[in-house]
């Protein structure tokens, strides 16, 4: 009994080490479903971009919601670093993601095909990206970021 004993008093401690030196969160149910839901809605509302987005006013700011509150959830999780960074660029209106079409839609009106058609492809990537992050939890480093710019 004493052999038992002494592994449990070892292993106990180090598997609760172990964990404490998770580099990222674990797996969310909620942030992988809310991110996987709203990439399907952002990505049908850039399909009316070849028309002039002040009919689609209600649906922009309903989507933007959507992905405030998602950002702000992520951005409260413990060990999540790498998954803001990802939401921060998916964001910026500075960027060439989701939040720099949708200013640029508004900036312009109305958007060619061709160009709503390849901007999807490159924005369902990124928020894909998010959901596989989230779904592997795989250690990410600076480079994967990158790969967003």
Same mark, same amino acid.
């Given at each position: ?26 797996? %969310? *149910? ?13 990505? %049908? ?7 002039? %987005?002040?009919?689609?006013?209600? *649906? ?5 919601? !959507?992905? *405030? ?9 413990? #060990?999540?670093? =790498? ?7 998916? @964001? ?10 949708? #200013? ?5 009106? #109305? ?8 901007? !999807?492809?490159? =924005?369902?990537?990124?928020?894909? #990206?998010?959901?596989? @992050?989230?779904?592997? !939890? =795989? ?11």
């Amino acid at each position: 009994m004493k052999p038992v004993k002494q592994l449990l008093s070892f292993v106990l401690p180090l598997l609760f080490l172990l964990n404490s030196c998770a580099t990222t969160a674990n797996f %969310d *149910q909620y942030a992988y479903a809310q991110t996987t839901a709203v990439k399907v809605e952002a990505l %049908d509302l850039m399909s009316n971009a070849t028309q002039d %987005d002040s009919l689609f006013t209600a *649906q922009i700011k309903d989507i933007d919601i !959507k992905l *405030q509150k998602i950002f702000e959830y992520e951005k409260n999780r413990p #060990k999540n670093d =790498i998954t803001v960074k990802m939401w921060k660029l998916l @964001l910026d209106p500075n960027h060439h993601l989701y939040g720099g079409f949708i #200013k640029r839609w508004q900036t312009d009106s #109305k958007l060619s095909p061709t160009f709503v058609e390849e901007a !999807k492809k490159q =924005i369902a990537s990124g928020f894909d #990206k998010v959901a596989e @992050l989230e779904s592997k !939890k =795989i250690p990410r480093t600076e480079e994967s970021i990158k790969s967003f710019q």
